[in-house]
């Protein structure tokens, strides 16, 4: 096997890794940061976001399992 192609093959898996670990944390960093949006604009409005926490709280656990 060439350099070349150890090359090639390393930079494979390293992108493949990559992919993998952000499929797995992009669901919650999306709950995370819907967290914050969801603190935000209760601050700004003054008014509770009922619905809004209810919704958070099913997409926390769908994205959970």
Do not use: C
């Amino acid at each position: 096997m060439s350099e070349a192609e150890v090359t090639k093959n390393a930079e494979d898996v390293s992108h493949g890794s990559r992919a993998i670990l952000l499929q797995q944390t992009l669901p919650y960093v999306a709950v995370l940061t819907l967290a914050v949006v969801g603190v935000a604009y209760t601050n700004i409005s003054h008014q509770p976001l009922t619905r809004y926490w209810e919704f958070l709280a099913l997409a926390t656990g769908v994205f959970a399992s």
